[in-house]
């Protein structure tokens, strides 16, 4: 899953998720770190990685998916 497991770069990112504008991804990695999810870290290179709030959030729903696989 795209930044569960590690930060990523912004072209990583692009790359997996074939279809999404450059434009679009701007503007969603913007909304998404204004809503607390994601966090930009500026160092040798930009890497966009989730917040603790969005790993609980991920976790939960992974846990919902694996609940609904099961029934």
Not at 20 to 36: A, F, Q, W
Not at 37 to 58: M, N, P, S
Request: include cysteine; hydrophobic fraction near 45%.
């Amino acid at each position: 899953m795209i930044l569960r497991d590690k930060p990523a770069r912004f072209n990583k990112i692009k790359q997996l998720m074939p279809g999404v504008s450059g434009n679009m991804l701007t503007k969603s990695l913007k909304e998404l770190e204004r809503d607390g999810l994601i966090r930009k870290v500026d160092g040798e290179h930009v890497v966009y990685c989730l917040t603790d709030r969005a790993v609980k959030i991920v976790d939960l729903l992974l846990q919902i998916k694996l609940l609904v696989e099961n029934l």
